[in-house]
């Protein structure tokens, strides 16, 4: 008789075991911490999100030395790309809300690339001793790449922050249904912030 209920009382505490690891485990899965996100999109690294080849078909370039003016003319094509370095993502989890708050950096100029294959020289003239050099070429293209960074910024660094944040809301959702809220544009303090946005 003992024996039976000795048997009876283990069952009882083994399903009790098991019922707490249970309800620990749902428990573990509905709910993660910032350290956990962050290195899930962290391990993504600098992405570029918009790509856009581009051709600039006349720049030119003058120089006046000495009453001496050498002047440049050239065309030639380029390939911007605009994303982000996931490394200055930070993520706060708030369990009261139930929300993820995601603190994302401003877009950046992830490359910008000129082959100088795709340089072409339309009028070249030399001053009478202020000659063109060979890294002339090269002051008229990165001078316009400036140029055209600042004017095509605002546009592409909105797309691809579009595309970051579906893909990053899409990240956080495979392990948590918190909304998620981005807030854009941050240096350094969560108050120091342009925009933010729910998903």
């Known amino acids: 008789m003992q024996t039976k209920q000795f048997v009876i009382l283990i069952a009882v505490i ?21 350290t956990f996100l962050e290195d899930q999109i962290k391990n993504i690294g600098e992405i570029a999100l918009v790509s856009r080849k581009y051709t600039v078909p006349e720049v030119s370039f003058e120089d006046t030395s000495w009453l001496s003016t050498k002047r440049l003319v050239l065309a030639y094509q380029g390939e911007i790309k605009f994303g982000f370095d996931t490394d200055e993502i930070r993520v706060e989890v708030d369990d009261a809300n139930e929300r993820i708050d995601v603190f994302i950096p401003r877009a950046r100029v992830i490359s910008h690339e000129v082959d100088p294959k795709n340089i072409r020289i339309l009028h070249e003239e030399n001053g009478w001793w202020n000659n063109i050099k060979p890294d002339d070429t090269m002051r008229v293209v990165n001078k316009r790449k400036e140029e055209f960074v600042k004017s095509e910024m605002a546009v592409y660094s909105a797309q691809a922050a579009y595309e970051f944040k579906e893909m990053i809301g899409s990240i956080v959702h495979k392990y948590t249904p918190y909304q998620v809220r981005f807030i854009s544009g941050v240096t350094t303090t969560p108050q120091m912030t342009l925009k933010q946005e729910m998903l």
């Open 14 to 34: 083994l399903l009790t075991a098991v019922i707490f690891m249970k309800l620990g485990d749902s428990e573990s899965e509905s709910r993660v911490d910032s």
